[in-house]
């Protein structure tokens, strides 16, 4: 009943644009960079060297290769992280 | 991201955007929806029927709008003779538009079936009309008399849900209920352009 | 005993370990950017309080949500079923459970689980545990005033928002706004740069939930202006609120179980402001085909349509996350749950978005498949994921494990087999009662008696559900009360037959 209406489309494109506006002024800003080290701040320290016991052997290698020296699954350890 | 500023504004923004198209938008266009001549306001009595209606949780399992025919059986089912318009609503509020068909549709069941006593019996005890009904019995809206005063309203209650003594009379409640969805009459024919005037139409340039 | 990395070509022989550590990338020293062990006790000691309150609040709503739930779906196998007093009628005991489960027990134990979360993420203890647990303990008597009001008939009539606009509401807001500004002062007083991900949608939800709730409840619309607000509510509770803050969960969560960062970060970030851009804008497919302008219901279904984007995003991220480490559900029966959630949330976005389109609308519009959907949303994922945070987050707090494996076992396999019982038979009972009452020559008779049997199923699978319940529940007071002394020294699940998976 209104849809073909300029003036709406008008509007809600005026409407619709500070969400833009927002996006721009964060990628300007650096807002989205440094993604792998944000994704990682999530973890204690050396909670990513903890050998996890159903990785298999490649997964374990290459938590190794990425995180450092693997420590051992003590059950006592364990427990923070499970 | 390392700033809030832009999580809130970004945030807002995106829900103000949504709020400006599907409430105040909506809003402006609809407040200009006028009823239409047929379409009466309702009485107090079905007032107090619809607060029975709300209060009850009528709309849990029973509709009222009439869908467009185009892609649905509404009106092949009989319950109405067009598709429901804004115009339709316009002295609703609430609105009881439903989300649920676990009964019928009500949008016109006040031409659809035009007997208090049905009702009443209905609501006492759907299953005394309609052996295969889901629908609750709401005895609560009715009192269990020893005798009928003068005046009082007495269903005529079938065999195995009639009382052993006594008589069952209806309360305000049920029939300012009845009131309500006899008022239920929406066959009119549908006001031209879907209730919108002329002048709500915003100038095209 | 540290096991030296198989493929040594990043790290030259000689200094591996003090390298290897820090490889990543050379920029970030990780020394400074993790937090250590001490420092995340200390700062989830500053929250304890007001979290272990809201989850023993959420708890009871959990079972009270339960027996009401019951009751009305009890109340379609035997209509006669308690239907003497009006308290008890169907119209009142319904939205009775939906308010119970929405307001009383997934949105108590959310601001528990963003009260943990937040300064675990913004690295800095609560700041105003005190309002935060002000608010907690407002928006419960709100909540409870409000149902106690709407059994005894006091309701603003509308789906999602009956709760009294004028004692419920304003309680609920002053408890939301409560709890939201402490989680907002919290991130203000944060210590880490970046923000992660689980901060924005925790942070955005509770402005967002505010506004929806103060919107959805002014007593100013009406006819189907009151409809379109009704449904702007109703869909964005679950997307700018259950959804989000469960998402957040989960991303927090299920990477820090697993053990490796989220899969993309980028697709994240695409998952969030996709969801915040869409998700609002999707509430008109609750009324396809209805009395509203054409124009709004075409907006919501391009919205829902739009909305594979960002839940494709989430899903691929979540997945991926996990994906060839499944053997970890055996060892932690939060991930189990969390895992569950987002497997359900992907299902139920895409169900959604089928359900919005028209062709298969005008079969499922108005009949049990909407419950069946609902209930796969607000339970498979939203009450899952919850589940999943309290098994993981109560421990911590508590200072010991959850006392038997067994019962969590228990718990699950009853939900879970109670839930895919209920969504599988009540989903298709509603295509079958849809496609009756699509066909004109049927009675409307036809579309009842098609959907019965499987109300019956939903009812069975609601005593399952409510004993899974039962069994969490006791299970919970159990943790509390059992004392520090036998402590643990293994957690459930480590070690022990998996639940699921044949042991090899």
Redesign the interface.
């Known amino acids: 009943m209104f849809a073909n209406s300029i003036t709406v489309i008008i509007l809600s494109l005026l409407v619709g644009l500070p969400p833009l506006i927002f996006m721009a002024w964060g990628l300007r800003t650096g807002q989205f960079e440094n993604l792998d080290e944000t994704s990682e701040s999530i973890f204690e320290e050396e909670e990513l060297r903890y050998l996890r016991p159903w990785e298999k052997p490649a997964q374990v290698s290459e938590r190794a290769r990425t995180y450092g020296a693997l420590l051992p699954a003590s059950r006592e350890g364990w427990k923070k992280w499970l | 991201m390392t700033r809030i500023s832009i999580l809130l504004l970004g945030a807002l923004a995106t829900l103000i955007f949504a709020l400006v198209i599907l409430v105040i938008m909506p809003g402006a266009l609809l407040s200009s929806v006028k009823a239409p001549p047929q379409l009466k306001p309702y009485t107090d009595q079905e007032l107090l029927g619809r607060h029975v209606y709300i209060q009850n949780g009528c709309v849990y399992c029973h509709s009222q709008q009439v869908r467009d025919p185009a892609f649905t059986s509404d009106v092949a089912r009989g319950w109405g003779n067009r598709p429901s318009v804004p115009a339709d609503y316009v002295y609703d509020k609430p609105h009881l538009l439903g989300t649920m068909r676990t009964g019928p549709d009500l949008m016109n069941v006040g031409s659809r079936l035009p007997d208090p006593q049905w009702h009443l019996l209905h609501i006492y005890q759907p299953r005394a009309l309609v052996p295969w009904s889901i629908m609750p019995s709401y005895s609560f809206l009715f009192e269990h008399k020893q005798t009928a005063a003068p005046g009082d309203t007495v269903l005529n209650v079938p065999k195995p849900y009639a009382p052993t003594t006594g008589v069952i009379v209806a309360t305000d409640e049920a029939k300012a209920l009845v009131a309500y969805l006899l008022a239920l009459k929406h066959d009119y024919p549908a006001p031209a352009e879907e209730g919108v005037t002329p002048a709500a139409t915003a100038p095209t340039p | 005993?540290?096991?030296?990395?198989?493929?040594s070509k990043?790290s030259p022989p000689g200094k591996?370990?003090v390298?290897?550590?820090?490889?990543?990338?050379s920029t970030?020293d990780?020394?400074q950017?993790?937090?250590?062990?001490a420092e995340?006790a200390r700062i989830d000691r500053s929250s304890r309080l007001p979290v272990l309150v809201g989850f023993a609040l959420a708890i009871l709503w959990l079972l009270e949500g339960t027996i009401l739930g019951d009751i009305a779906s009890f109340?379609?196998d035997f209509?006669?079923f308690l239907?003497?007093?009006?308290y008890l009628?169907?119209?009142?005991i319904?939205?009775g459970h939906l308010n119970a489960m929405i307001y009383g027990w997934a949105s108590t134990a959310m601001f528990s689980v963003s009260l943990w979360m937040m300064p675990?993420?913004c690295r800095t203890p609560l700041r105003w545990p005190g309002v935060a647990l002000g608010g907690i303990i407002i928006w419960n008597i709100g909540v409870y005033l409000g149902i106690i009001l709407l059994l005894a008939?006091?309701?603003?009539?509308?789906?999602w928002l009956e709760l009294d606009h004028r004692t419920a509401d304003p309680l609920m807001v002053i408890g939301v706004a409560m709890v939201g500004a402490s989680i907002?002062r919290t991130?203000?007083a944060r210590n880490?740069?970046?923000?992660?991900?689980?901060?924005?949608y925790v942070?955005?939800s509770y402005?967002?939930v505010a506004?929806?709730f103060i919107?959805g409840n002014l007593p100013i619309?009406?006819?189907?202006?009151?409809?379109?607000?009704?449904w702007?509510y109703g869909h964005?509770a679950l997307g700018?609120w259950l959804t989000t803050i469960n998402l957040g969960l989960i991303y927090?969560l299920l990477?820090?179980?697993?053990?490796?960062?989220?899969y993309s970060?980028?697709l994240s970030?695409i998952g969030f402001?996709g969801l915040?851009?869409f998700y609002?804008?999707n509430?008109?497919h609750?009324?396809i085909?209805?009395?509203?302008?054409?124009?709004?219901i075409?907006?919501?279904i391009t919205a829902s349509i739009l909305m594979v984007i960002p839940v494709v995003a989430v899903g691929i991220n979540q997945h991926m996350t996990i994906a060839?480490?499944f053997?970890?559900l055996?060892?932690?029966p939060?991930l189990t749950f969390l895992v569950l959630a987002a497997m359900s949330y992907t299902a139920v976005s895409l169900q959604g978005i089928m359900t919005a389109l028209?062709s298969v609308n005008?079969i499922t519009?108005?009949?049990?498949w909407?419950?069946a959907h609902s209930h796969l949303g607000v339970y498979m994922f939203v009450t899952m994921a919850l589940f999943g945070g309290i098994y993981y987050i109560l421990p911590r707090l508590i200072g010991r494990?959850w006392p038997s494996a067994n019962l969590i076992r228990a718990h699950f396999l009853l939900v879970g087999l109670g839930m895919v019982i209920y969504v599988v038979t009540l989903g298709g009972g509603g295509v079958l009662q849809g496609l009756q009452?699509?066909?004109?020559s049927q009675s409307?008779?036809a579309?009842?008696?098609a959907?019965?049997p499987w109300l019956l199923t939903r009812s069975f699978a609601a005593v399952l559900i409510s004993a899974g319940h039962v069994v969490f529940a006791a299970h919970a007071l159990m943790l509390v009360l059992r004392g520090r002394s036998p402590v643990r020294?293994?957690?459930p699940?480590?070690?022990i037959r998996p639940v699921l998976v044949k042991h090899e």
Do not use: C
């Open positions: 005993m540290a096991i030296n990395p198989s493929d990043v591996k370990t390298e290897a550590a820090t490889r990543r990338d970030i990780h020394s950017v993790r937090i250590n062990v995340a109340k379609f209509p006669d239907s003497g007093q009006a009628t169907f119209g009142r319904r939205p675990r993420l008939g006091v309701t603003d009539g509308l789906e907002w991130l203000a880490v740069e970046h923000l992660y991900v689980s901060v924005w942070a955005a402005p967002w506004l929806i919107a619309y009406t006819g189907v202006e009151s409809a379109a607000v009704n702007f964005n700018l927090y990477p820090k179980i697993v053990g490796r960062p989220i970060y980028w970030l402001w915040a851009l609002s804008l509430g008109m609750h009324l085909g209805g009395p509203m302008p054409s124009w709004m075409a907006t919501s060839g480490r053997g970890a055996r060892y932690s939060a028209v005008r519009h108005f009949t049990h909407t419950i494990e009452m699509l066909d004109p409307f008779e579309s009842v008696n959907a019965r020294e293994e957690p699940f480590f070690f």
